[in-house]
């Protein structure tokens, strides 16, 4: 395998992060998998701490909050935000993959901010923690099918729709929804807006209960007639700019939804290791896994599949952070990831037997966190056909 060493300037980071994982979220766990829809308090003091991290600059990158693209240095190579980015959320989904996309101003809305918001609305918006709301009843992987309207009214947007399965959609301050100007000019009218969770005519209708991640809310919203002032359109309002820019925000979000896939799976491969030595099955990484116990074969293949999730992970926050396009990348790095930490939570389960399917441990709650990571930011068959247009040279249009 490759061992790639943390950057020296995020190690202490990286440590804190992991002491935090250990140490407060992974003792939480089990609780509020059971509490569903009942706030998790003790991320409070934790988000508190980010952002003491964040303002005072040694957790630069601390977070959802904190992935922006920076300008290359002059040796061209710089490890910055969206790097740190995934390497605390990998430790933090160590912990717990629920409580992590429960905590406060830490949302995926808050990176889509990052992203593409201009240097005002990154003033304006400090603090306010943002959910992301593009999924609808009509619409899932599809984001260019939104039928959410937005139509211009004077200074502000008048928002018409219902956005579904809105992460945190219960308990943040602002939605970052998206909404087309017009249905008729399909991606190239879709823009996002912040909309403040007070801001008259949206409604949150209904929390789900889920599979997994059952400590983070999961949220309806419907918008009937909701103006939302123009200064809130993120991006551009340019028709013939929209959609690239709106899909910029994948390309550092998808990274930080592998970084979760490949933290839920090291917590699994890392307790699987260890109830298999209690049951007398060692792994020898010095002989061929063919000349070994099925149970030890069988984990150093998870092994080394986690490994390439693993890189693929960092080389895509690498390139965002050099301002190199990484939109394949990024695909690929979910795409392999989410798999990835389904498969490797699945068969640690099955190679424990008893131990992995009952809640005396916490595998089997892995395995029903581990499958929204390959759903939400984009299915695995959606990265699969976007990494295939990438590869090929195909448009949209010419490959469906």
């Not at 991606?187 to 807006?193: D, P, T, V």
């Not at 693993?310 to 952070?321: C, F, I, K, P, S």
């Not at 916490?362 to 029903?368: A, I, P």
């Amino acid at each position: 395998m490759i061992n790639l060493e943390t950057p020296r300037k995020f190690k202490a980071f990286v440590n804190q992060a992991h002491q935090v994982a250990a140490e407060m979220l992974r003792p939480n766990s089990r609780r509020y998998d059971l509490a569903e829809h009942e706030y998790p308090v003790e991320l409070d003091m934790l988000a508190a701490m980010v952002d003491g991290l964040g303002a005072s600059g040694t957790g630069s990158g601390a977070g959802a909050g904190g992935v922006r693209r920076t300008a290359a240095s002059e040796d061209g190579v710089v490890n910055g935000s969206n790097l740190s980015s995934v390497l605390s959320i990998m430790e933090m989904c160590w912990g717990d993959v629920g409580l992590l996309l429960s905590m406060p101003r830490q949302g995926l809305g808050n990176s889509a901010i990052a992203s593409v918001a201009s240097d005002e609305q990154l003033k304006r918006f400090d603090g306010v923690w943002a959910a992301m709301a593009i999924t609808e009843p009509d619409c899932g992987s599809d984001s260019a099918s939104i039928r959410t309207t937005a139509r211009l009214d004077g200074d502000a947007y008048v928002l018409d729709g219902e956005k579904i399965f809105v992460t945190a959609g219960g308990r943040c301050d602002a939605v970052v929804v998206w909404a087309t100007l017009d249905k008729s000019l399909g991606r190239a009218a879709i823009k996002s807006f912040v909309v403040m969770k007070d801001t008259p005519g949206m409604t949150v209708e209904r929390l789900e209960h889920k599979l997994g991640i059952r400590a983070s809310d999961t949220a309806t919203i419907r918008f009937d007639n909701c103006r939302v002032p123009a200064a809130n359109l993120l991006g551009t309002a340019d028709i013939d700019k929209g959609f690239a820019g709106v899909m910029q925000t994948f390309d550092n979000t998808r990274p930080l939804v592998a970084a979760m896939a490949v933290g839920c799976a090291r917590a699994a491969l890392e307790l699987t290791r260890d109830l298999l030595a209690e049951a007398g099955v060692h792994v020898d990484y010095d002989r061929p896994a063919a000349r070994q116990s099925h149970a030890a074969a069988t984990y150093l293949a998870m092994e080394a599949d986690w490994e390439a999730a693993y890189l693929l992970t960092l080389q895509a926050a690498w390139m965002a952070d050099n301002s190199q396009p990484n939109s394949l990348q990024a695909s690929m790095a979910k795409a392999k990831a989410g798999r990835t930490a389904n498969d490797i939570t699945l068969r640690c389960v099955a190679l424990t037997n008893t131990l992995g399917y009952s809640e005396h441990h916490l595998l089997e709650k892995w395995s029903r966190d581990s499958k929204i990571l390959d759903i939400f930011e984009g299915t695995q068959q959606i990265q699969q056909l976007i990494v295939a247009r990438r590869l090929l040279g195909k448009t949209s249009a010419e490959l469906k």
